[in-house]
């Protein structure tokens, strides 16, 4: 853990050029990044939005994670809004099938919906490009600091492919899956001992599974074991080991051990091995009659990372509070999922489904780095213990709080006040109108973080409407 101690200032940055000021930055645009920055634009707040990558989906697209859960629980949706449109258009686009919401399934995964990668990205851009959301591809922030013209908020000292520039926002969304932001700026972030592994997906061809010989498969398998060249963690377990990726053609088969995906250079050796036992995979399937011509492909363009840093948040997820269904008083999404373990040293997976009727809600404060004032978080890495995280990683759940912060970044930015200040009751009223579900839930007072902290009350405020739909305030 680190101990927060906010934007600071760097010499070198004071000669470097300020070249846009804006209302909310979003830094990462995956399932969280995305959701965040168009809610944002949609309610008017001028919105950037700044991804490492030239593509917006994040683990989603570049990890190939392409089917996103889970939007219903029991028969009904529990989540809804600015994500769920983004799936139901790539559906209504020929990019996805829908399963039938209204019967319970055997399996959760059964109402992921696997949505075609081209098209749901294309959709993206659409919609942050139709809300007015100035896409910033090939940038990453290099440093946060303070602003220097009597505005509240930061300045952002951003990496691009022509050097380094400033630029000025009231409020951040950090939603790099890595709390990258967060770390930037020293708000306390947390870690597992141990990390969950992770995956590179991909798919293969080139074969006719009727003519594979699996003697021979079973064989070879024991050969290339018995000398090092697989590892039982290169594919999921079978009857001969491999047989089962030859039946699916590939998919999330494989768990890349030891892996950190929170720094660059860690992400580095994610990649590198990810591709090594793929390719060791692909060495022993070649040898294996019937699979001589296999191919693969397609191979995800990143190693899926599950786990790295969560904040520290004015409130946390815990496994308790995740699997009895406890309702936050400040909540502002559901969740849906089960506790998802991939076990740090196997292939297995420890998954323990939530009990009949247990729908799961994630708390407003959970998105706000203790202390904060101009930065939230999405996604992944909001606050909870390793166990939560697990089950609220999951997509669906990622573009709900994404929309939750970007609803009370814009908020914050047009009322001027402090992220811990925007008005639960408003920030629901937002987020209601712009199609997301709400939990329903008793607020114990309009500016949930203070009070929980047992800080300051605020006044009295306007109905919440108002406060949606008031102007921004002057400078
Ligand atoms: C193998 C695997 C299987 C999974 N299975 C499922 C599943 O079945 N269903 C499901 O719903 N979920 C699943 N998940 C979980 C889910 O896909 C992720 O937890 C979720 O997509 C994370 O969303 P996010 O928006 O928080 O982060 P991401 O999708 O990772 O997005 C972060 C974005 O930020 C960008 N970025 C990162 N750092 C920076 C930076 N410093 N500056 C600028 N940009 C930056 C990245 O390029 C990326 O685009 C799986 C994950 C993995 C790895």
């Known amino acids: ?144 600091m303070p602003r220097e013209d009597g505005e509240a908020g930061v300045a952002l000292v951003i990496t691009g492919k022509t050097g380094l520039e400033v630029l000025l926002t009231r409020t951040v969304v950090d939603a790099t899956g890595d709390a990258d932001v967060a770390g930037l700026m020293g708000y306390a972030r947390e870690k597992s001992a141990r990390l969950q592994p992770g995956t590179l997906i991909y798919e293969l061809g080139g074969y006719d599974l009727d003519t594979v010989d699996r003697e021979a498969l079973a064989a070879r398998y024991a050969a290339a074991s018995a000398a090092g060249k697989i590892l039982p963690t290169d594919h999921r377990s079978g009857d001969p080991p491999l047989l089962r990726e030859l039946i699916t053609r590939g998919g999330s088969c494989m768990h890349v051990l030891d892996i950190d995906g929170s720094t660059s250079r860690s992400r580095t050796e994610a990649e590198l091995k990810g591709r090594q036992a793929l390719m060791r995979v692909y060495r022993l399937l070649r040898t294996v009659p019937g699979c001589e011509n296999l191919e693969v492909t397609y191979v995800a363009n990143e190693c899926g990372v599950r786990e790295t840093w969560r904040i520290v948040g004015e409130a946390m997820v815990t496994h308790d509070t ?64 390793q166990a939560a995280n697990s089950a609220y990683r999951v997509q669906a759940t990622c573009m709900a709080t994404g929309q939750a912060a970007g609803a009370a970044a814009a908020l914050s930015a047009r009322h001027s006040v402090s992220v811990r200040d925007v008005p639960l009751e408003a920030l629901r009223t937002a987020l209601r109108t712009h199609g997301a579900i709400v939990p329903e839930a008793e607020p114990s007072d309009d500016s949930p973080v203070r009070m929980a902290a047992g800080n300051v009350r605020q006044p009295a405020l306007v109905s919440a409407r108002s406060w949606v739909e008031r102007p921004r305030s002057a400078p």
């Open 322 to 385: 995740y699997v009895s269904g406890h309702v936050w008083p400040d909540a502002i999404c559901h969740s849906f999922y089960p506790i998802d373990i991939h076990q740090p040293d196997s292939i297995h997976i420890d998954i323990r489904p939530l009990n009949p009727g247990v729908v799961p809600t994630i708390p407003y404060r959970a998105l706000v780095p203790r202390g904060s004032d101009h930065l939230l978080v999405a996604g992944r890495c909001i606050a909870g213990d």
């Open 1 to 144: 853990m680190t101990s927060p101690n906010r934007a600071h200032h760097l010499p070198f940055a004071a000669n470097l050029p300020v070249t846009a000021v804006y209302d909310v930055v979003v830094i990462g645009g995956g399932s969280a990044g995305c959701t965040a920055a168009i809610q944002a634009a949609r309610l008017g707040a001028r919105t950037a939005l700044i991804e490492k990558n030239g593509i917006l989906g994040g683990t989603t697209i570049v990890a190939s994670v392409n089917f996103p859960g889970l939007f219903h629980a029991w028969g009904k949706q529990v989540i809804a809004g600015i994500g769920w449109e983004v799936v139901a258009e790539t559906a209504r686009r020929g990019g996805a099938e829908l399963p039938d919401f209204s019967v319970v399934p055997e399996r959760h995964w059964q109402q992921q919906v696997r949505v075609n990668r081209f098209l749901f990205s294309s959709i993206l851009d659409e919609r942050c490009l139709d809300a007015g959301v100035a896409l910033r591809f090939h940038e990453l922030p290099g440093a946060v």
